[in-house]
C-alpha cells in the first residue's frame, strides 16, 4: 500500500507517493534520490544514516516518514549553501576527514547538530556527540579534529 | 628512483582530489547507482554449515509476480576463484553447500521485497554432513571432505621451508625460548555493504559497477564464469566505501547479478546485507602459532622455528598466500640466519578467510614481537635496545632471499621511545599503568602478480589537450586512501602544475591499462612509477617544444607554476597552455603510456613468490595503558607510532593512513572477534561484533621517517598497512608491563586479563594463552641455500 507523503527535505518541499512500510531511509534514497544519506546496517546499529530532524541527529534507517511529515529535514545535499560548501565540509575536505567518505555525511550532520548546540567544544563533547557514528578507515582523529577547525569559524586554507 | 632536489606538489598536505565531492555527498557509490527498468536480486543462503543438496527448485518462485528471472548453481557452474591454482568458489553451489551463508539460488525481480519475498518459494532439500568447525576437528575428520579436491583430508596447504641450518642456529644461542600464540580471526566491517549493478547492453557487452578493490582480477573472473571473452565485458569499480582488503576476492554476487542481467535484459542491482557482509568475510585467519627462537646474551638471534596453524574456512581465497605471509615477514627487521617455516591451512565450515590489512603479518608479527619482549625481560635488556641493537642493514638480504633496500626502523624506535618516554618512565610508573613497545614491517606491493605473466603490474596512460587539461588514465582503484590523488600529484609536480589541473580516470576496464587492484599496499610505489614513466616523455616533448619557441636549450628550462620558462630568466617562458600547443603542433596529437613491473628479485623456491617486494616499511609503537587491578578493565592512553614512509608524497594522507591502522589494529588487539556457534555467526551485527567508536580512540602521535627509497616514486614506500602491525604486540606488552598478565591471544580482554590476575593472586603464573598444539606432521623442509648475498648475523 502506497501513501501520498509531504516531507520538507533541505528546505525544499517533496510530495511523494511511498509504501507505507519504507523507512525514511529508502524514501530519501530510493523515491528522492538523495543518495548522499548512506546505509551501513539499516538496523540502526553504525549511523551511517543520521539525518537531521528539526536539528536533531537521528537515524533515518529508523523513522517512517509519516512520523516526520511537520518537520524540518536536512540531508548532507542541503549542508552547502548555494554551492558553497559549509564550514565543516571545507574542513573535512581540507584535513583529510573523509577517507572513503562513506560515513562522512553522517559525521558533518551529527556534527552540525553539536556546533548549532554548542558553537565551541571541548573535544570530549566532540567525542561523545559522534561517538554513535562508526568509521573505519580515519581512527576519527581528522574528524575531530576538523570538527574542532570547523568550530574556530571559517577555516582558512592553510593548503595550497 | 625518480627523486627531485625541491617540489611544488610533493610533500604538501594537499586535499584529495575527491575530497569535495565526498563532503557534499555527492560521490556515486555502487549502490547509488539506479538504472532505468532495474530490478534487484536477492540470494537464498544455506542454513546449514555443510549438507549436500538433495532437490532444488526455483520454478514457485519464478511463478511469483513480479520475479523475472531465477537461477541456480546449474546456470553457473564454473568454478572460480582469486588465485589460479585454488579455483573453489561457486557462484551459486551446485551440489553441497560449505558453510552457513553459501548461496544456493538468485532471483531478480521488479523490486526488492518481490525478491526477498520469493526466495521462500524456492525448494531446496539438504541432506546435513558433518560439519568442522576447528582446526582440531578438520584434522581429526579427513573421511569428512569439505572440498573433493584436496589430497590429504581438510588440508589445502601444507608448507615446510628450512632456510640455512636451524639446529646449527639453536646450538648457537644462549637462551632458547618456545612460545605458542593465538591470534583471533576478526573482520574488515567497512561501513558501506558490497554492492554491484549489472547492465547487459544490445550490442552484446557486460557492464558491471562494483565495490571492489580489484576489477582487473573480477574482469577475468567474470569471463571465465559467464564464459564470455573479456573484450565483451567492462568493470567499474565505483568509489568504495571502505575496503581493508574485504573487497578483493571476485564474489559470488557480482557474477550472479550479470547472469541475472543477461537473462533479463534489465539492469540488476544488488546490495549486501550486514549479515551477508558477515558471511562473505575474507577476513583475518584465527592462527595458532609456535614459535621456538634461539639468542645469544647479546640479544642477536641465532635461529627462528616458526609454524603457524590457520583456519581458513571453507574456501580458498587468497588461502595458499596468506600461508606463506604468516611465514614471509619475520625476517625483515632483524637479522635471522637461520629460519624454518611450517605452515599449516585447513578447511572449515565457516565463512571463508582472507587477506584484511596486513594480510597474513599481523599474526606473526604479534607472536615475534611478543617473544622479543618476554626475551628482553628473561636477558635483562631493555627492549628497545634489544631491538636497536641488531636490525637489518640496508641493502642486505635476508635468508629467505628477500631485498632489504632502505631500513628506517632504527630511527622509528628512537623516535617513538623519547617522544613517550619510554626508557625514563618505564620503570617508575605505578602499579596498573604499563609502557609497551613493538616493531614492524610490510611490504610495498606484492612482487608477484596473482597470476604468472610477463606483463606490468601497473599501466598509465596520459593525454593532453591542447586546453593545457591533462587527464590520467589507470586501473588502479581508489579505496579511499587516495591513489586517485597520488596520481594527480605525480603528473601535476612533473608538468609543473596544479593537481586540480589534472583529471584523472580510473578503475575501469574499458578505458583504463590495467592495474592489478588496491592490495598489498602496492598502489603508490607501482602506480606511481607507472605514472611518472607515463609523464616524463611528456614533459620532454613540452621542453623541447618550448624550447624552440624561445631559442633556449631544453635544459634551460623548468616547468613550474603553469608556465615552461627560463631558470636564470623566471620571467621569460610560456604558459603551460602555450607549450602544450607548441609541442602539439611538433609532435602531432600528445599522449603517452608508461608502465611498472617490481624487480624480479625473489629466491626461486616454491614458495618464493610471496614476501618479494620493491622496499619495506618499517614502523615502531609505544602504547601506553591504564588498567584495573581489580577487574582488568584497560585503557589505552596514548600510542606514538612512527613510520618509515620513504618519502610522504602528501604527509596529510600518509598521517591519516597511521591514524587507521593504529585503529584498525587497536580494534582487533582489544575486542574484535569473528566467532562462531555450530556455524553460526555469533555477533553478525554492527551492534555486537564491537569495533572502536570515538570513545576508545586514544591521542595518537605520529612521526614520519623519510629514509628516501630508490625504488620508489620520488623515494615512497607504502604506509596503508605496515603501521597497523606494531600496535596489536604494543598493546599485549604495554598490558604485561601494567600488571604483570601475559596475554598470548587476542583480543585482549579485560576477561583475559583478570583470569591472570587472579592467577597471580593465587601464586600461579598470569599467562592467558594457548597451551597445546594440533597433532599434525610436517612434510621434511625443502632446504634453502643462502642467497648470493650473505645474510647479516
Redesign the interface.
Given at each position: 500500500m502506497k501513501q501520498l507523503l509531504t516531507l520538507n527535505v533541505n528546505g525544499e518541499r517533496h510530495e511523494v507517493w511511498a509504501a507505507v512500510h519504507k523507512t525514511l531511509l529508502e524514501v530519501l534514497?530510493?523515491d528522492l534520490?538523495l543518495?548522499?544519506?548512506?546505509?551501513?546496517?539499516?538496523?540502526g546499529?553504525?549511523g551511517?544514516c543520521s539525518v537531521l530532524i528539526d536539528g536533531v541527529p537521528m537515524l533515518s534507517c529508523l523513522v517512517l516518514p509519516v512520523e516526520v511529515q511537520h518537520s524540518e529535514i536536512l540531508?548532507?545535499?542541503g549542508?552547502?549553501h548555494n554551492g558553497q560548501?559549509h564550514p565543516?565540509?571545507?574542513a573535512?575536505?581540507?584535513?583529510?576527514a573523509?577517507?572513503?567518505?562513506?560515513?562522512?555525511?553522517a559525521m558533518?550532520l551529527t556534527a552540525k547538530a553539536l556546533l548549532d548546540h554548542n558553537p565551541h567544544p571541548e573535544r570530549e563533547a566532540?567525542?561523545?556527540a559522534?561517538?554513535?557514528t562508526?568509521?573505519?578507515?580515519?581512527?576519527?582523529?581528522?574528524?575531530?579534529a576538523a570538527v574542532e577547525l570547523a568550530a574556530q569559524g571559517n577555516p582558512e586554507s592553510?593548503?595550497? | 628512483m625518480y627523486e627531485k632536489e625541491s617540489y611544488q606538489?610533493i610533500g604538501?598536505?594537499?586535499?584529495?582530489v575527491?575530497?569535495?565531492?565526498?563532503?557534499?555527498?555527492?560521490?556515486?557509490?555502487a549502490?547509488?547507482i539506479?538504472l532505468p527498468r532495474m530490478a534487484y536480486c536477492k540470494i537464498l543462503r544455506s542454513p546449514h554449515p555443510h549438507a549436500r543438496i538433495t532437490r532444488i527448485d526455483v520454478g514457485p518462485a519464478l511463478a511469483r509476480p513480479g520475479v523475472l528471472a531465477a537461477i541456480t548453481g546449474r546456470d553457473l557452474p564454473v568454478k572460480f576463484g582469486i588465485l589460479p591454482p585454488s579455483q573453489d568458489d561457486e557462484a551459486l553451489c551446485q551440489d553441497k553447500v560449505r558453510m552457513v551463508g553459501d548461496p544456493v539460488a538468485a532471483v531478480a525481480a521488479l523490486d526488492e521485497e518481490t525478491a526477498e519475498a520469493a526466495l521462500d518459494h524456492i525448494i531446496v532439500e539438504y541432506e546435513p554432513l558433518p560439519a568442522l568447525m576447528t582446526i582440531e576437528q578438520a584434522l581429526a575428520r579427513p573421511e569428512v571432505k569439505i572440498h573433493a579436491e584436496t589430497r590429504n583430508g581438510n588440508i589445502h596447504k601444507q608448507v615446510a621451508l628450512e632456510f640455512g641450518d636451524v639446529e646449527a642456529g639453536f646450538a648457537q644461542a644462549d637462551h632458547i625460548r618456545e612460545d605458542i600464540f593465538y591470534y583471533e580471526g576478526n573482520t574488515?566491517?567497512?561501513?558501506?555493504?558490497h554492492a554491484a549493478v549489472a547492465h547487459y547492453g544490445p550490442d552484446g557487452r557486460l557492464t558491471l559497477w562494483s565495490s571492489t578493490q580489484t576489477p582487473h582480477y573480477l574482469h577475468r573472473a567474470l569471463s571465465k564464469v559467464l564464459e564470455l571473452p573479456p573484450s565483451r565485458i567492462r568493470v567499474i569499480a565505483a568509489?568504495?566505501?571502505?575496503?581493508?582488503g574485504g573487497k578483493s576476492d571476485p564474489f559470488s554476487h557480482e557474477i550472479v547479478v550479470c547472469k541475472l542481467a543477461m537473462l533479463t535484459g534489465r539492469p540488476v542491482k544488488i546490495t549486501l546485507?550486514?549479515e551477508e557482509v558477515f558471511y562473505a568475510h575474507r577476513g583475518r585467519h584465527p592462527v595458532l602459532m609456535w614459535v621456538k627462537t634461539g639468542m645469544r646474551n647479546d640479544g642477536s638471534i641465532t635461529a627462528m622455528h616458526f609454524r603457524s596453524y590457520l583456519d581458513g574456512g571453507a574456501y580458498s581465497s587468497y588461502g595458499l598466500a596468506t600461508t606463506y605471509y604468516t611465514g614471509a615477514l619475520q625476517t625483515v627487521t632483524y637479522p635471522i640466519q637461520h629460519y624454518k617455516f611450517e605452515g599449516l591451512r585447513v578447511f572449515t565450515n565457516k565463512p571463508p578467510c582472507g587477506p584484511k590489512r596486513g594480510h597474513g603479518t599481523p599474526q606473526p608479527r604479534f607472536a615475534l614481537e611478543v617473544q622479543l619482549d618476554k626475551f628482553a625481560e628473561d636477558l635483562e635488556i631493555d627492549p628497545a635496545e634489544l631491538r636497536l641493537r641488531h636490525l637489518m642493514p640496508p641493502n642486505s638480504k635476508t635468508a629467505n632471499h628477500l631485498t632489504v633496500t632502505t631500513i628506517g626502523l632504527g630511527e622509528c624506535i628512537e623516535k617513538v621511545v623519547q617522544a613517550s618516554g619510554f626508557r625514563e618512565r618505564r620503570d617508575s610508573l605505578p602499579p596498573g599503568k604499563g609502557l609497551g613497545l613493538a616493531c614492524g614491517s610490510y611490504l610495498s606491493g606484492a612482487g608477484v602478480a596473482i597470476y604468472w605473466n610477463d606483463m606490468p603490474h601497473s599501466g598509465v596512460q596520459i593525454k593532453i589537450d591542447r586546453g593545457g587539461g591533462v587527464t590520467v588514465f589507470c586501473g588502479s582503484t581508489d579505496?579511499?586512501?587516495?591513489s586517485d590523488s597520488v596520481l594527480a600529484y605525480l603528473v601535476a609536480e612533473e608538468l609543473g602544475i596544479?593537481p586540480r589541473d589534472v583529471v584523472v580516470v580510473t578503475a575501469d576496464t574499458d578505458l583504463t591499462p590495467v592495474d592489478l587492484g588496491s592490495y598489498s599496499s602496492r598502489v603508490t610505489l607501482m602506480t606511481g612509477n607507472a605514472a611518472l614513466a607515463a609523464v616524463r616523455p611528456l614533459r620532454q616533448m613540452i621542453l623541447n617544444a618550448a624550447a624552440e619557441a624561445l631559442e633556449l636549450p631544453p635544459e634551460a628550462l623548468t616547468l613550474a607554476n603553469g608556465r615552461v620558462y627560463n631558470l636564470d630568466q623566471p620571467a621569460y617562458g610560456l604558459s603551460f597552455q602555450e607549450a602544450v600547443q607548441r609541442a602539439e603542433a611538433k609532435y602531432g596529437t600528445l599522449g603517452s603510456v608508461g608502465s611498472y613491473t617490481p624487480p624480479p628479485r625473489g629466491g626461486d623456491y616454491k614458495g618464493a613468490g610471496v614476501g618479494p617486494s620493491p622496499n619495506y616499511s618499517y614502523s615502531a609503537c609505544v602504547l601506553e595503558v591504564t588498567c584495573d587491578l581489580e577487574t582488568g578493565l584497560y585503557t589505552v592512553d596514548k600510542v606514538w607510532l612512527a613510520h618509515d614512509i620513504g618519502k610522504a608524497l602528501n604527509p596529510?594522507?600518509v598521517?591519516?593512513q597511521v591514524?587507521?591502522s593504529?585503529?584498525?589494529g587497536l580494534g582487533e588487539a582489544m575486542m574484535e572477534e569473528q566467532v562462531f556457534r555450530r556455524g553460526l555467526h555469533k555477533i553478525p551485527?554492527?551492534?555486537d561484533y564491537k569495533?572502536p567508536?570515538?570513545?576508545e580512540?586514544p591521542e595518537?602521535e605520529i612521526f614520519l621517517v623519510e629514509t628516501h627509497d630508490p625504488e620508489g616514486p620520488y623515494g615512497a614506500k607504502e604506509v596503508g598497512q605496515g603501521p597497523l602491525l606494531p600496535v596489536i604486540p604494543a598493546l599485549a606488552n604495554a598490558v604485561y608491563h601494567a600488571t604483570g598478565v601475559r596475554v598470548d591471544s587476542t583480543p585482549i580482554t579485560p576477561e583475559k586479563i583478570l583470569k591472570g590476575l587472579q592467577a597471580r593472586a593465587r601464586g600461579r603464573d598470569g599467562r592467558v594463552g594457548p597451551t597445546r598444539l594440533p597433532a599434525v606432521d610436517f612434510p621434511d623442509p625443502v632446504r634453502v641455500p643462502p642467497p648470493q648475498t650473505e645474510v647479516p648475523a
Open positions: 534514497r530510493e534520490h543518495t548522499g544519506t548512506k546505509h551501513g546496517c539499516e538496523l546499529e553504525c551511517a540531508t548532507v545535499e549542508l552547502a560548501p565543516l565540509q571545507t573535512f575536505a581540507e584535513l583529510g573523509a577517507q572513503c567518505g562513506y560515513c562522512t555525511p558533518l566532540i567525542r561523545q559522534l561517538a554513535g562508526l568509521c573505519r578507515c580515519t581512527g576519527y582523529t581528522k574528524i575531530i592553510a593548503h595550497v | 606538489v604538501k598536505p594537499l586535499m584529495k575527491d575530497a569535495l565531492a565526498k563532503v557534499k555527498g555527492e560521490t556515486v557509490y549502490d547509488d539506479f574488515h566491517l567497512p561501513l558501506e555493504q568509489p568504495v566505501g571502505g575496503g581493508f546485507t550486514r579505496i579511499g586512501q587516495g596544479h596529510l594522507l598521517a591519516g591514524e587507521g593504529v585503529y584498525m551485527s554492527m551492534l569495533s567508536t570515538t570513545l580512540m595518537i
